[in-house]
């Protein structure tokens, strides 16, 4: 991304397998952990639930194999219109993803609906409201 190309599912999927293999040892171990990654489609979702074999697995429902290691997962989905968050990444110095890769990320986007296990917030509410009302469905999911 650094060099202006967009990364593919190839490039993507070693590196959600890493994460599950991260996210799974944490919770293992009794830990609560709150990752932060852009899982633009629904496979990268189920990938850092179930690991490598749902990147293969044709399932609309993850958790329906068996023989996968499957994480609970509360996405929050950060919901903006691309005027909005080309507006905010243009004002960034130093970040390694160009404004111009911005479109893809919109092109590969997959948002989260039923049966996953998902909040979205709007980008335009402050961090200071998304919060509270983040941790407050951590508690009830």
């Known amino acids: 991304m650094g060099k202006g190309i967009p990364l593919n599912d190839q490039d993507r999927i070693p590196w959600l397998c890493n994460l599950h293999d991260i996210l799974l040892r944490k919770v293992s171990s009794g830990q609560s952990v709150v990752l932060a990654c852009s899982a633009l489609k629904k496979m ?63 092109d590969t986007l997959e948002p989260p609906s039923a049966p996953e296990n998902f909040l979205a917030l709007s980008v335009e509410r402050s961090v200071s409201e998304m919060i509270p009302f983040i941790v407050d469905n951590m508690k009830m999911k």
Not at 62 to 86: A, H, R
Request: avoid cysteine.
């Open 44 to 106: 990268y979702r189920n990938i850092l639930m179930r690991g490598e074999g749902a990147a293969t697995q044709n399932s609309e429902e993850p958790g329906e194999k068996e023989g996968f290691p499957k994480l609970k997962l509360l996405v929050v989905y950060l919901n903006g219109s691309f005027e909005v968050i080309s507006g905010r990444l243009a004002k960034r110095k130093g970040h390694f993803m160009p404004p111009e890769l911005l479109q893809s990320q919109f």
